[in-house]
């Protein structure tokens, strides 16, 4: 087996990992990486693979790959905290059970730039097709917020603090 066609031999003479920090090093370089994917090229082939950091520090510890359909999620919700302690392997089923259902969207509602999610319930305050400058599951609130944007004269943008840190579109 392998993991993006790297042994775990391999990826173990590219990076270190520190389960207590959650830390990764490049071996080759000698620094810190400071996010949740690393690029590496390959030397010889000049392919480059990005390796999951969650996952390779799961199968670190494991000494053993993640098979088909296992995920790796964070306890606290923060996908930069990689301590192996905050990381635990679920079904992707299990992790998200809406997703081999349905697909949320969003709705137009009947207020201006404002949709509302058909699964989560979210409302959404939009300035495009993709482009959100707030979320909330209070409808008032995204009303107020809507305003607040439309005399800014729509150069706000803000984040509602009883939102969790993740959630599906």
Not at 31 to 52: C, E, G, N, Q, W
Not at 117 to 133: H, M, S, W
Request: with cysteine.
């Amino acid at each position: 087996m392998n993991y993006l066609g790297y042994t775990l031999d391999d990826i173990n003479t590219i990076l270190f990992y520190d389960p207590d920090t959650g830390e990764f090093f490049s071996k080759k370089t000698g620094k810190k990486l400071v996010d949740i994917k690393f690029s590496y090229r390959h030397p010889k082939t000049k392919k480059v693979a990005s390796f999951h950091l969650h996952r390779v520090a799961v199968m670190m510890m494991r000494d053993d790959y993640l098979v088909d359909g296992e995920e790796v999620i964070c306890k606290d919700g923060d996908r930069y905290n990689l301590k192996y302690s905050n990381l635990v392997v679920v079904n992707h089923k299990s992790a998200h059970p809406k997703q081999n259902h349905e697909k949320n969207c969003y709705l137009e509602t009947d207020e201006d730039y404002i949709f509302v999610g058909t699964l989560n319930k979210l409302f959404v305050v939009r300035r495009g097709p993709e482009q959100a400058i707030y979320r909330t599951y209070s409808k008032e609130k995204a009303i107020g917020v809507r305003d607040r944007w439309l005399e800014s004269g729509k150069v706000l943008h803000e984040w509602d603090e009883t939102m969790p840190k993740r959630f599906c579109f």
